[in-house]
């Protein structure tokens, strides 16, 4: 298994405040990304990023921010918690290449905004 | 944006049988990949294609990237019990690489 860890697994905040939520990576691969899962919508990304202190926006990033000081870690930001961004959130890596571009997944936290 | 539509949604076929599911793309991949998820757990790479045209074979699965690049389907012959999951299907774009998801075929078996 690829070296991902998500943390925390599961977490219950209240409206209003804010979360982070951290993958780190063992594998020293570039690209990390952020999804949301949600049912009846499969995975959606959130932010991406292809480098320390690069990241981008994926489709659905309105309410989050990311960080990405370190190669191995890829914190991702909820400012302002709302009752839609109730989910489960995957964190995934890749490291791109010409003959390979597979992305490995995390776990997954449940997140719940109450 | 990329889109990818997949289909079906949901699947509920009889052990033994083949099943069969695609996705297809209003933009241009350089890169299909196809994911396997059960309750729980993230996805998990299945098979991953790289060329237009390309056909590749994973035990009882077989999946194929489109000659137009904005397809691709993944088929699954003689199905057991434990191919029960969500099946999704993820692009990588041509102008980048953020990689975008369908939104799962659930497959059941019943035995």
């Known amino acids: 298994d690829a070296g991902i860890t998500q943390s925390p697994r599961h977490k219950v905040t209240e409206t209003g405040t804010p979360v982070t939520l951290r993958c780190h990576q063992t594998e020293n691969h570039r690209y990390m990304y952020w999804y949301r899962q949600d049912p009846g919508h499969g995975l959606r990304l959130i932010h991406y990023s292809y480098g320390v202190k690069d990241t981008d926006k994926g489709e659905v990033s309105d309410g989050y921010s990311v960080s990405r000081s370190k190669t191995e870690d890829f914190l991702l930001t909820l400012e302002s918690a709302t009752s839609s961004q109730t989910s489960v959130y995957f964190c995934a890596i890749s490291e791109p290449g010409q003959l390979n571009t597979e992305a490995f997944f995390g776990q997954g936290t449940r997140l719940t905004v109450v | ?111």
């Open chain 2, 1 to 111: 944006g990329q889109q990818l539509n997949q289909s079906p949604q949901s699947m509920f076929i009889q052990e033994g049988e083949d099943v069969s599911m695609n996705c297809t793309s209003s933009s241009i991949f350089n890169t299909w990949l196809w994911y396997k998820q059960e309750p729980g757990e993230g996805p998990v790479l299945l098979i991953a294609l790289y060329k237009a045209g390309e056909l590749t074979s994973n035990g009882r699965l077989t999946a194929q990237f489109g000659i137009t690049r904005k397809d691709s389907f993944l088929n699954i012959s003689a199905s057991i019990p434990s191919d029960v999951g969500i099946y999704f299907c993820a692009g990588q774009g041509v102008w980048n690489n953020d990689m975008r998801f369908g939104a799962g075929t659930r497959l059941t078996v019943k035995p």
